[in-house]
């Protein structure tokens, strides 16, 4: 739709008329792709919430370093 068919369209149609071209302008594999690599994305949020950050594991390694190691 150009610009000239857009300002002379009837307001409700100018929706119609858009939505019907653009509903199936990008290629077929987009949506399942983005679909999956969206719950991927999910899943991987919820794991690392679940699993300790990199300050939890930096502050187990100093007080390892700290430890005196062997019998005193």
């Not at 610009?3 to 369209?9: D, N, P, Y």
């Not at 409700?12 to 071209?21: H, I, L, M, V």
């Not at 969206?38 to 679940?50: N, P, Q, S």
Request: no cysteine.
């Amino acid at each position: 739709m150009n610009l000239r068919e857009l300002l002379e369209a009837t307001p409700g149609r100018r929706f119609t008329e858009r939505y019907r071209q653009n509903r199936h302008a990008g290629p077929a594999w987009r949506k399942p792709l983005s679909m999956i690599a969206g719950a991927m994305l999910i899943l991987l949020g919820v794991l690392l919430t679940l699993t300790p950050g990199p300050g939890q594991a930096w502050r187990k390694l100093k007080r390892r370093a700290s430890r005196p190691s062997g019998p005193a």
